[in-house]
């Protein structure tokens, strides 16, 4: 576990929100691109060419594009991959298969970070239940991000919204973003609340849990970045870039920076 350190967590202005706003909205549109490609016949290739045009077309750079050199504008993780899965030509979707797309930007020197998990066709219920159960722990995770609160605060509702049905990702987790994709503080999918540093206003954080069908070990392959289940099973991400304000997480990621999906996590918190 990372050791939390205060000093080195990046505190934005409210302009700089602002900037890291646009560069989100860049990924949130690059996203909504992809997703409406996805299909049974399409490559995960054709589906970073499509991310990628659409991330530079409004004069945005693809942050993942050779970032310790990663080769490609998203990561397209298939079924048992979890993350940082290379587009290929040779990777066809078929139906029944449930894909992960992380896509970044950066623009005037901001990041945006946001991942999605998608069913191509005709997907067997249990696999679609685990990945609504991982984006409601997302949302879970970012309705616990609020000013005066503390870091775990937020690796305990993610885990909380999992429950003990599927298994969380231990291994990676979530981050804080700004002039940099990843920087500190890290954040756990899991932990005991009231503990880290204090959230204040002006943090901007990559909210973004990983879960598993099965057992929640995995294995990075010999491409040094697709990440698979050990045993086989299929997994799910979601991921938000959001920032800390007085009143209350600001979604940067999404269009309508949170608001729907942020009131009914609330609502379903005080069931």
């Known amino acids: 576990m ?83 899965g290379i587009p290929r030509s040779t990777q066809v979707l078929a139906d029944g298969d449930l894909i992960s797309i992380d896509c970044g930007a950066i623009l005037d020197g901001w990041h945006g970070d946001s991942a999605v998990t998608l069913p191509v066709g005709a997907v067997k219920q249990d696999y679609l239940r685990m990945s609504s159960v991982c984006e409601k722990s997302m949302w879970a995770g970012i309705a616990a991000a609020v000013v005066g609160g503390r870091l775990t605060d937020i690796s305990h509702a993610v885990e909380t919204a999992v429950g003990e049905s599927y298994g969380i990702v231990a291994g990676y987790g979530g981050h804080g973003i700004g002039t940099e994709m990843h920087m500190e503080p890290h954040i756990l999918n899991f932990g005991k609340p009231g503990k880290g540093p204090r959230l204040v206003a002006g943090m901007a954080l990559a909210i973004e849990p990983m879960i598993t069908y099965g057992d929640p070990e995995v294995s990075e392959l010999s491409d040094g970045w697709t990440v698979e289940t050990d045993d086989g099973s299929v997994s799910a991400h979601w991921e938000h870039t959001i920032a800390l304000t007085d009143s209350g997480p600001w979604v940067l990621t999404a269009a309508d920076g949170g608001a729907s999906a942020l009131g009914a996590a609330v609502s379903e918190k005080a069931r």
């Not at 490559?43 to 942050?63: C, F, K, N, Q, W």
């Open 2 to 84: 990372r050791p939390f350190r205060r000093s080195t967590i990046q505190l934005k202005t409210p302009g700089e929100l602002d900037a890291m706003r646009a560069a989100g909205l860049v990924v949130q549109r690059a996203l909504a691109a992809a997703t409406a490609a996805v299909r049974a016949g399409v490559s995960t290739a054709e589906l970073d060419a499509i991310a990628e045009e659409s991330i530079r077309s409004e004069g945005a750079v693809p942050s993942f594009k050779g970032y310790h050199g990663f080769p490609a504008s998203i990561c397209a993780s298939v079924n048992q991959q979890v993350v940082h």
